[in-house]
């Protein structure tokens, strides 16, 4: 071959652009006939070609240019090895076809090279083995090769059983051998044979809508699949395959001649297409293997390749990010537009419209504007738009041309849009409607409704957090929370929060809750407090819309405490009185109570599905029923501390006279107890513990151990009674967080005869209690032999962090306060979370003869956030210079394991 022919295809690829200028792909026939079908030498040549295609993308070449061109690099190789490796008759007889992305002409570094090995008939041995040779040869060179060899009606029958199958097919692109036998298999194949137009536009719908399902139905995922992920390029795919079936179009420009497409959108959607190419090449580049998935460890390098820097509030990754989640926002609403305009022409039956008011009508069951100038004419349809899907579930959607009308009139919602006393009423009456809030809400975002009528929403669209303790975007997040709140306000889902249900249900006024959860984060990445910035906008846009001064103040209030609940519940000891009374002077009354704890429940289960469980459930409902108890006292009436305990110590009676226990063994056993033990524990706690103690002979020298499944707290509850003896908290750690245990709070209590009875509540790694008889097992025996053998037992934990725990560098922060009215320090530890953690404070702990009383163990991400309550061994808060040996102690333990 020539080399000027070096670029001339058999079937040139549809969308071809101008070729690169490559100097390597024009010599590269020549190159290969001075190989002489030498394995190393071809290995070379791909290497090299990949080195420069790599230089080029980091030279900013257009990608677009750079995928061609390794396709057609791959079309040269593969055509001359064709012509070498196979004798002249068989290579004639036989045709080698290109399939899926590379029929496409499209290859990224490390994509795989899929092709389809065309026979007139099955072959014979010999023939045969000559082809498996060829693909083995080509595995040698370096080439991931997916290939299949097939007769054409094998390609049919495969085919119309498997629509991927028919998809790979779709595009076919010949390389070289017999062309009659490729015009023959897309004849077998065409609509009429298999696969009919509306039978592949359903297929294709379906698979598309099982692949959201398992990104969580949602695209804001932190670390998404470019390829498959919602807004990805297999939803612009999507759109080609179905355009190639019903028009037989080779390229998305031939939509717009269709008039399925505008210029512009058509514009929209190659940016979009090449800014996403650009990031999946990037992604190849940097793995140096196929990853089409952008994870956490690969966003911060293509931020800095892509030229993007930190700014003064916003990461140079977020910025990335927020433009990638941008960019398939967009991609999915064209996606949604084109595929509804597909199935109008290919599925609907054209029914004459159904008036439903002067301004919309339906048509074949989707909502339609009564004239394309409608929006410019009554800009407030396009909030009505929404109320009138929500008023009538029975209507499917929006028809394509409607959809294209509000997002070509996103420009009328202006300040006096904003001002109009008839907008706020439709707004508000979205948000008041009994059915259909969230969905709505999404709609509108979706259309870029929301962020126009809301300003600030619309900066918040796609900003991400560079953490893994906010799963998704924030105007993802903020749509989750707003769907939490939904759901604990319809009856049909009372079984997820049992508890929490009712209270949403008796709100006066559920819409403020919704405002609430709209603007709780809506002020991130700006600076200052967004909790603070949050609650003025919430308030300045609830009096636009002309809600009262006084629920509007309640929103604000809402925004500006957002975080209050969750915090002072995890963070604090929610058995001190005072604690509690301080948080009931806070809220106020019930009323604000309320709605601030079911937006806490809402927030933090949007937050991160793994962030939500049982135990915490079970907190948040233990300190609500406190400070709900403390608000109906009176906040002039405290409970004092005395009473307290003697009401938690009849309660626990109670239920230990009713398990049969005699009131002398209760006394026997609570004599040794500390008053102390009684605030920090619940009645069913401390009758459990009772009993194992009363049980167990408490006083034997080998301690005793307790596993309960599932405590009232939500959590598997482990007991450990057994002498004090050194290093006991960092010991039962490492046994727990060995055995792959998320530990949430400890208790250690001293006991008068030299024991200390230590407390642990643990869920597994999935959130789940223990509930499995053999892994209940499994835990007392390990931790029965740490007792027994406790010179043995070892002071570290052996699992390796995960991926994402070691993608983040969190510094070690410690501050350590005094309790005076508890006589105690209070040491505040951020830092990276990893597994010996807890093991590693435990011994500095020991270490520094400081007495550890209780933990309260938050885990953000990848970021750990726990509080430890102590006193040096006279049981006094530490004094200064004490605490401040004690931190550099901690921040050089924990520092030089990270490093």
């Not at 996606?335 to 009508?361: G, S």
């Not at 929301?450 to 600030?456: D, F, K, N, Q, V």
């Not at 906010?470 to 997820?496: I, P, Q």
């Not at 049969?660 to 009758?687: D, K, N, Q, V």
Request: with cysteine; net charge negative; hydrophobic share 40%.
């Amino acid at each position: 071959m020539a080399a000027s022919d070096a670029t001339v295809l058999d079937d040139a690829p549809p969308d071809a652009p101008a070729p690169l200028d490559w100097p390597l792909l024009n010599r590269l026939p020549g190159l290969l006939a001075e190989s002489r079908d030498d394995a190393e030498s071809c290995h070379k040549l791909l290497d090299q070609a990949q080195q420069e295609l790599r230089a080029r993308f980091f030279e900013e070449e257009p990608v677009d240019g750079l995928v061609r061109a390794r396709a057609r690099f791959t079309d040269v190789l593969l055509r001359t090895l064709w012509s070498q490796r196979l004798d002249s008759e068989l290579a004639a007889q036989l045709a080698l076809v290109a399939v899926g992305g590379y029929g496409r002409g499209e290859l990224h570094p490390y994509s795989e090279v899929d092709l389809l090995v065309l026979v007139p008939a099955p072959l014979a041995d010999a023939d045969r083995a000559r082809v498996e040779r060829l693909v083995s040869f080509l595995w040698d060179i370096g080439l991931e090769v997916g290939h299949s060899v097939r007769t054409v009606p094998e390609c049919a029958e495969e085919s119309a059983a498997d629509v991927g199958v028919m998809t790979t097919l779709l595009e076919s692109r010949r390389l070289a051998g017999s062309a009659e036998l490729v015009a023959a298999m897309r004849a077998a194949l065409a609509p009429e044979r298999v696969w009919p137009v509306r039978e592949f536009f359903e297929a294709k719908v379906r698979e598309q809508q099982e692949r959201r399902l398992k990104a969580n139905d949602t695209a804001y995922n932190l670390e998404p699949n470019v390829k498959t992920g919602p807004g990805g390029l297999r939803d612009i795919q999507t759109i080609a395959w179905v355009a190639k079936r019903h028009f037989g179009a080779e390229s998305l420009d031939e939509l717009v001649t269709h008039g399925f497409l505008t210029p512009s959108e058509l514009r929209r959607l190659k940016q979009a297409q090449a800014f996403l190419w650009k990031v999946r090449f990037g992604l190849h580049v940097l793995a140096g293997r196929h990853e089409d998935r952008l994870l956490f460890d690969y966003q911060i390098r293509l931020a800095q390749s892509f030229g993007y820097e930190d700014a003064s509030y916003t990461l140079a990754v977020e910025q990335l990010m927020q433009r990638y989640y941008r960019t398939i926002i967009d991609v999915t609403l064209l996606n949604e537009l084109l595929l509804q305009l597909f199935r109008e022409a290919i599925l609907t039956d054209d029914q004459p419209p159904q008036p439903l008011n002067p301004r919309f009508q339906v048509r074949n069951d989707y909502l339609e504007a009564i004239s394309e100038d409608l929006f410019a004419r009554v800009p407030s349809a396009l909030l009505e738009l929404f109320v009138l899907l929500q008023q009538n579930p029975q209507i499917r959607g929006a028809r394509a041309g409607t959809i294209r009308a509000v997002v070509r009139n996103l420009w009328l919602i202006d300040e006096e849009f904003r001002q109009n006393p008839r907008n706020h009423r439709l707004f508000l009456e979205i948000l008041r409607a009994p059915r259909g809030v969230t969905h709505e809400l999404r709609r509108m975002n979706d259309y870029g409704v929301l962020g126009r009528y809301i300003p600030a929403f619309g900066r918040i669209i796609g900003r991400m957090q560079y953490d893994l303790f906010h799963a998704y975007t924030v105007d993802a997040h903020t749509l989750f929370v707003v769907s939490n709140l939904r759901r604990l306000a319809m009856g049909e889902f009372d079984h997820e929060l049992p508890l929490v249900s009712p209270i949403m249900q008796q709100l006066p006024k559920p819409e403020l809750a919704y405002l609430g959860a709209l603007f709780h984060d809506i002020a991130k990445g700006r600076g200052g407090d967004h909790s603070d910035l949050g609650a003025v906008d919430a308030e300045a846009f609830c009096l636009e819309q002309g809600i009262s001064r006084y629920d509007a103040r309640l929103v604000a209030w809402l925004v500006k405490n957002h975080l209050l609940f969750s915090m002072t519940a995890q963070k604090q000891d929610i058995g001190d009185p005072q604690v509690v009374r301080q948080f009931a002077h806070q809220v106020g009354d019930e009323m604000h109570l309320d709605y601030l704890y079911v937006l806490t429940c809402a927030d933090v289960r949007g937050t991160n599905p793994k962030l939500w469980n049982s135990w915490k459930a079970s907190l948040f409902q233990e300190f609500h029923e406190r400070v709900k108890r403390a608000l109906r006292r009176g906040l002039e009436t405290p409970v004092d501390q005395d009473e307290l305990v003697q009401e938690i110590q009849e309660s626990a009676r109670t239920l230990l006279r009713a398990a049969g226990l005699p009131p002398s063994a209760i006394e026997r056993t609570w004599g040794r107890l500390p008053t102390a033990y009684f605030l920090r524990h619940t009645p069913e706690e401390i009758a459990r513990h009772t009993r194992v103690l009363a049980a167990g002979a408490a006083d034997a020298d080998e301690g005793l151990v307790s596993v309960e499944p599932q405590s009232e707290r939500g959590a598997t509850a482990v007991m450990i009674y057994a002498p004090h003896r050194r290093h006991g908290f960092a010991r039962a750690t490492a046994v727990l967080d060995q055995l792959a245990l998320n530990i949430l709070d400890a208790r250690i209590t001293p006991v008068g005869n030299g024991f200390s009875l230590d407390s642990y509540h643990v869920l597994e790694d999935d959130g789940s209690p223990i509930t499995d008889p053999e892994r209940r097992a499994e835990i007392e025996q390990t931790l029965w032999a740490s007792l027994q053998r406790p010179d043995e037992a070892p002071l570290a934990v052996s699992r390796r962090a995960t991926r994402h725990m070691r993608v983040f560098k969190t510094p070690t922060q410690i501050a350590i306060n005094v309790d005076e009215r508890n006589r105690r320090s209070v040491l505040e530890l951020t830092a990276g979370d990893r597994p010996g953690l807890l093991c590693d404070v435990g011994k500095v702990l020991w270490e520094e003869r400081v007495d550890l009383h209780a933990a309260r163990i938050s885990t953000l991400g990848e970021r750990a956030e726990d509080v430890f309550y102590l006193t040096d061994r006279a049981q006094q808060p530490l004094d200064a210079v004490a605490a401040e040996r004690l931190r550099a102690r901690l921040v050089e333990a924990l520092d030089r394991r990270v490093a």
